[in-house]
């Protein structure tokens, strides 16, 4: 983990924007690539810890998950769920075509 | 006079019938008219819906019905979905988002009778501590410098409802805190801000930042009001599955019960270097108050608190690429048009989020993928285990920590803006609590030598709200602190 930062290039920033999914302009890269850099650099300080032993802590949430019955709660609420939709056709959303 | 009532003493005018709710919400929204052209504390003021909900519950007491805050004008985070009404988060992605449903904070607090005068401005998804990354523009501290006109960030990421509090255009308000986003623009604000234990509020309905951080909680100007908007908030939700199933305590008749015989932590690594003198000097001041009132003063060490940081932009951008994959043009929000799916993902995700929530978005994807993993975010909750243990160990010994709120008082509009690592030092001593899911307040206790709010932090066990708000009252009631933003003097005259 020691040389993570440092390679980060700027391959890796754009690597990283497209696994986001977020178009990055070429001029944002080297910027990016400072910034994104000097806050991984930062967070490698948690090297100085000793966590041999020590089981992840996902959340510190108290609750046990609650099984309830597998019946339907709500429903028939086609037109609420589609009522933000930024383009819909029918009872559908839509997107760009996805299928040759 | 109607604007220097507290939610306890409105509550009172307004069941003697010596005020009526449409008198105290129309004075509420002359005030967002004649000062929010200043301060943009709103995104969005709901004056129409405000003041029908205000006649319904006039007719309610006239008919010796009502709840806990029938008539009450508070203002909400635009984090929580309103029914109806337009819900932001203070980005583009969301700009167009009218939530079919209302967040179960929001209709607990209109099921007691609230009056929403409407939603309030924070930084884009609640990433920031200033209100700065907000794509609506930053919202005034409506503070100033003594003798100084600089304009100042009222903090965040909950700044808004601070602001509005503060300036008196609401009784009180929700914020939600997920490293400080509560506790820190309370103290910048001079009012009180509280983050309940996690899991004691709902987060159903509550735009996600970072799951198994975020916690709901209340801004007022008083303990106490805040206990009793917290007692209208809390409770067991069964559409959210980390809400805990506990009953949901008197909390207001716990501000009543003093100090006396507790024993308050003073977490010696909460001494950090260059903490300005006055900062600290008003830490030991809050010390010998409590002490004076019956407390014994404790030292206690939470020696992993130098890594609290760090841990937490490693888990809360992980967190929060994850939540806000969501945002993708499809079924809600913003949609850039383009000829396939792949670039209108992409080009409604660069268009949509500002740079804060980009740069956490990213940090988050590396930190999750492949061969960076275990390094960073597995790493990052051992750590997390580590903290929530030294917490444990402490309240085995003392039943609540004293600290600062914030390392500084509100700081000027652009500053810090050029370093994301130096903004993220805002929030050093609020983080930990939120890592360990403990509940803290946020107190006014002093002014800087520039006349700035500064504030002190009590925080105690998992669901011990009590304790932190009977602290609080008695650090309240100490320090006894009255001053007002100039600003307000407007309103009031």
């Known amino acids: 983990?020691?040389?993570?930062?440092?390679?980060?290039?700027?391959?890796?920033?754009?690597?990283?924007?497209?696994?986001?999914?977020?178009?990055?302009?070429?001029?944002?890269?080297?910027?990016?690539?400072?910034?994104?850099?000097?806050?991984?650099?930062?967070?490698?300080?948690?090297?100085?810890?000793?966590?041999?032993?020590?089981?992840?802590?996902?959340?510190?949430?108290?609750?046990?998950?609650?099984?309830?019955?597998?019946?339907?709660?709500?429903?028939?609420?086609?037109?609420?769920?589609?009522?933000?939709?930024?383009?819909?056709?029918?009872?559908?959303?839509?997107?760009?075509?996805?299928?040759e | 006079m109607t604007l220097e009532l507290t939610i306890a003493g409105a509550r009172d005018a307004l069941r003697a019938k010596t005020l009526s709710a449409r008198e105290l919400t129309d004075a509420h929204l002359a005030a967002i008219e004649q000062l929010d052209p200043q301060l943009n504390a709103f995104i969005t003021v709901t004056a129409d819906a405000a003041r029908a909900q205000a006649d319904a519950a006039d007719a309610a007491i006239g008919r010796g019905e009502g709840g806990p805050l029938t008539g009450i004008p508070i203002a909400i985070k635009d984090l929580f979905c309103t029914k109806g009404v337009r819900t932001t988060a203070a980005s583009r992605i969301l700009e167009p988002f009218i939530p079919p449903y209302e967040s179960t904070v929001t209709s607990q607090l209109l099921r007691d009778g609230a009056v929403f005068l409407g939603k309030t401005n924070l930084d884009e998804f609640a990433m920031g501590s200033s209100t700065m990354t907000s794509a609506f523009g930053p919202t005034i501290n409506p503070w100033q410098r003594t003798g100084d006109d600089t304009r100042l960030v009222p903090g965040g990421s909950s700044g808004g409802s601070a602001a509005a509090v503060a300036a008196g255009?609401?009784?009180?308000?929700?914020?939600?805190?997920?490293?400080?986003?509560?506790?820190?623009?309370?103290?910048?604000?001079?009012?009180?801000?509280?983050?309940?234990?996690?899991?004691?509020?709902?987060?159903?309905?509550?735009?996600?930042?970072?799951?198994?951080?975020?916690?709901?909680?209340?801004?007022?100007?008083?303990?106490?009001?805040?206990?009793?908007?917290?007692?209208?908030?809390?409770?067991?939700?069964?559409?959210?599955?980390?809400?805990?199933?506990?009953?949901?305590?008197?909390?207001?008749?716990?501000?009543?019960?003093?100090?006396?015989?507790?024993?308050?932590?003073?977490?010696?690594?909460?001494?950090?270097?260059?903490?300005?003198?006055?900062?600290?000097?008003?830490?030991?001041?809050?010390?010998?108050?409590?002490?004076?009132?019956?407390?014994?003063?404790?030292?206690?060490?939470?020696?992993?608190?130098?890594?609290?940081?760090?841990?937490?932009?490693?888990?809360?951008?992980?967190?929060?690429?994850?939540?806000l994959a969501r945002y993708d043009g499809v079924r809600f929000g913003l949609r850039v048009p383009a000829n396939d799916l792949t670039d209108l993902y992409e080009g409604t995700r660069a268009a949509g989020f500002g740079a804060e929530v980009r740069r956490r978005i990213l940090i988050g994807t590396y930190v999750l993928s492949a061969g960076y993993y275990d390094a960073y975010y597995l790493k990052a909750q051992k750590v997390r285990a580590l903290i929530l243990k030294d917490f444990t160990d402490a309240f085995g010994r003392v039943d609540a920590l004293l600290t600062p709120t914030a390392p500084s008082a509100a700081f000027g509009l652009g500053e810090n803006m050029d370093d994301p690592l130096k903004m993220y030092l805002n929030d050093v001593f609020t983080?930990?609590?939120?890592?360990?899911?403990?509940?803290?307040?946020?107190?006014?206790?002093?002014?800087?030598?520039?006349?700035?709010?500064?504030?002190?932090?009590?925080?105690?066990?998992?669901?011990?709200?009590?304790?932190?708000?009977?602290?609080?009252?008695?650090?309240?009631?100490?320090?006894?602190?009255?001053?007002?933003?100039?600003?307000?003097?407007?309103?009031?005259?």
């Not at chain 2, 303990?223 to 809390?234: F, P, Y």
């Open chain 2, 169 to 323: 255009m609401a009784l009180g308000s929700t914020g939600t805190d997920t490293g400080g986003s509560i506790r820190q623009p309370a103290s910048f604000c001079g009012i009180v801000g509280m983050k309940p234990t996690y899991g004691r509020c709902s987060r159903f309905g509550v735009v996600a930042f970072a799951s198994s951080l975020d916690q709901p909680g209340p801004f007022a100007r008083t303990v106490e009001d805040t206990a009793i908007l917290l007692g209208s908030m809390a409770g067991h939700d069964p559409k959210d599955s980390t809400s805990m199933d506990r009953p949901v305590p008197d909390f207001a008749a716990a501000c009543r019960r003093g100090v006396r015989g507790l024993r308050i932590g003073v977490p010696r690594e909460y001494r950090a270097d260059g903490m300005p003198a006055e900062i600290e000097r008003l830490w030991q001041q809050g010390l010998d108050w409590l002490r004076d009132a019956g407390a014994e003063i404790v030292d206690v060490s939470l020696p992993h608190t130098k890594y609290g940081l760090a841990t937490y932009y490693i888990v809360a951008p992980a967190e929060a690429s994850s939540n």
């Open chain 2, 431 to 493: 983080v930990p609590a939120n890592i360990a899911g403990v509940p803290g307040i946020s107190v006014p206790a002093g002014l800087d030598a520039d006349g700035l709010p500064l504030g002190l932090q009590v925080i105690s066990r998992h669901f011990d709200e009590e304790t932190v708000f009977a602290v609080g009252q008695v650090l309240e009631d100490a320090a006894g602190f009255t001053a007002k933003p100039a600003i307000r003097a407007k309103v009031l005259s």
């Open chain 1, 1 to 99: 983990m020691t040389s993570a930062s440092a390679a980060l290039d700027p391959a890796a920033v754009r690597r990283i924007a497209r696994l986001a999914r977020i178009r990055l302009p070429e001029e944002d890269v080297a910027q990016l690539q400072t910034e994104l850099g000097a806050i991984l650099g930062w967070i490698e300080q948690l090297d100085e810890v000793d966590v041999s032993g020590i089981d992840p802590l996902a959340s510190v949430g108290q609750a046990t998950l609650a099984m309830r019955d597998d019946v339907v709660t709500d429903g028939g609420q086609t037109e609420a769920v589609l009522a933000n939709a930024p383009a819909r056709n029918g009872t559908f959303y839509t997107v760009p075509k996805v299928v």
